[in-house]
């Protein structure tokens, strides 16, 4: 096996969580031989034995390392990707990878040009809650599907750092509309017909804090992607609607169920029900017994799953999992949100 010699430049909030999570690995898979940040600030808790520089440059310069990982803000990435490549280091490069997908056809040239592995962590497509729907679309668990709904909402509505800043890479949409589009890119196995998207300056007066992206998919499926950091009623929550029963999920953890009907395709004789607005035949509460709940998949998976992919691919033993045309792909369909929300229109998609 050959080892991943880790270089970290930009260790900040990411360059820690990255840090704690490759510790969990034996350095014969992945060590972390350096951490590289301007601010000296940020070195002083580097962990034990590893090196310490004060910028990119010298890190590639001195230490012993065979792959970067950028975890600097955004605007950077190109640069650091620059950088590392043209002196030959492999490259893992935090999201989104790219301000433009202009920027990012310049890092895939830039490291296909010095042969080197260039990757982005999105390391999200590893979250219990996503993969346990994954599962759910992979097994068609709820049959021919029509809508996926994928909701984040927050009360937290102020963006903290640079991520107030526009010209910083700031706005949800570059902080998590990038894995939350990444997710839904990676469960649909279709073409995209049309983008339309709604992004606002809720609370923020120079970045997105809340969107909703309806993305048509050519296998009929429709996916709702919604995020609100100023909502009031924080949660994440997944819904899956097929034509034999619907998944839902209320949280990170994964909590939810699977419902279906008793009476399936039957011509049910219409309950009329009051309700306080007014008598329903079709939308009352379900009679007992014809709601029927089953449990969810089981996942059994962690974030760190995307530096065990790294590794496998890193010796050749397969593929990298991130590969750079899904990112661009992600990337477009941004650019595609940002297009229909300015126009109010619906953008036409592959
Ligand atoms: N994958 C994820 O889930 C995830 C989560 C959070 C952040 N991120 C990404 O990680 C990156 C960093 O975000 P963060 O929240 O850690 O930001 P941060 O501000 O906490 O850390 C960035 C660090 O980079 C350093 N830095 C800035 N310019 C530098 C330069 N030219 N050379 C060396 N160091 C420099 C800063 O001093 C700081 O310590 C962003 O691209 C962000 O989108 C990814």
């Given at each position: 096996m050959k080892t991943i010699k880790l270089g970290i430049v930009g260790f900040g909030f990411m360059g820690h969580c990255d840090a704690e999570s490759l510790a969990t690995f034996s350095d014969d898979e992945i060590k972390l031989v350096a951490v590289a940040d301007t601010n000296p600030e940020q070195l002083k808790d580097a962990p034990e034995g590893v090196e310490t520089y004060g910028s990119i440059e010298e890190m590639l310069e001195k230490a012993d390392i065979n792959t970067v990982m950028i975890s600097t803000p955004n605007p950077s990435h190109l640069e650091m990707?620059?950088?590392?490549?043209?002196?030959?280091?492999?490259?893992?490069?935090?999201?989104?990878?790219?301000?433009?997908?202009?920027?990012?056809?310049?890092?895939?040239?830039?490291?296909?040009?010095?042969?080197?592995?260039?990757?982005?962590?999105?390391?999200?497509?590893?979250?219990?809650?996503?993969?346990?729907?994954?599962?759910?679309?992979?097994?068609?668990?709820?049959?021919?599907?029509?809508?996926?709904?994928?909701?984040?909402?927050?009360?937290?509505?102020?963006?903290?750092?640079?991520h107030v800043f526009p010209e910083m890479g700031?706005?949800?949409?570059?902080?998590?509309?990038?894995?939350?589009?990444?997710?839904?890119?990676?469960?649909?196995?279709?073409?995209?017909?049309?983008?339309?998207?709604?992004?606002?300056?809720?609370?923020?007066?120079?970045?997105?804090?809340?969107?909703?992206?309806?993305?048509?998919?050519k296998n009929g499926i429709t996916a709702e992607i919604e995020l609100g950091t100023y909502y009031l009623t924080p949660k994440r929550?997944?819904?899956?609607?097929?034509?034999?029963?619907?998944?839902?999920?209320?949280?990170?953890?994964?909590e939810g169920k699977i419902v279906r009907t008793a009476h399936l395709l039957e011509n049910v004789p219409g309950k009329i029900t009051m309700t306080a607005a007014g008598p329903t035949r079709s939308f009352g509460p379900a009679a007992p017994g014809l709601l029927i709940d089953e449990p969810l998949p089981e996942v059994n998976v962690a974030q760190r799953?995307?530096?065990?992919?790294?590794?496998?691919?890193?010796?050749?033993?397969?593929?990298?999992?991130?590969?750079?045309?899904?990112?661009?792909?992600?990337?477009?369909?941004?650019?595609?949100?940002?297009?229909?929300?300015?126009?109010?229109?619906?953008?036409?998609?592959?």
């Open positions: 990707v620059e950088k590392s490549a043209n002196v030959g280091k492999h490259i893992i490069c935090e999201k989104p990878a790219a301000m433009s997908v202009e920027q990012f056809d310049r890092m895939v040239e830039v490291t296909k040009k010095n042969n080197v592995l260039f990757t982005v962590h999105q390391q999200r497509r590893w979250d219990k809650d996503y993969r346990i729907m994954k599962e759910v679309y992979d097994r068609k668990m709820v049959g021919d599907m029509y809508v996926i709904k994928s909701q984040l909402y927050g009360f937290n509505g102020n963006m903290h750092d640079w700031g706005g949800m949409l570059y902080d998590w509309g990038v894995h939350l589009i990444d997710q839904i890119l990676n469960m649909v196995d279709s073409k995209i017909d049309s983008i339309f998207a709604d992004m606002r300056n809720v609370i923020n007066e120079k970045v997105d804090d809340y969107f909703n992206i309806l993305i048509k998919f929550a997944w819904f899956i609607g097929g034509n034999k029963g619907s998944a839902l999920i209320d949280g990170f953890d994964g799953d995307y530096f065990v992919h790294f590794i496998k691919a890193f010796n050749g033993e397969e593929e990298i999992i991130v590969k750079p045309e899904q990112v661009r792909r992600v990337l477009s369909v941004m650019d595609a949100v940002r297009k229909s929300a300015a126009s109010g229109e619906a953008v036409k998609f592959e």
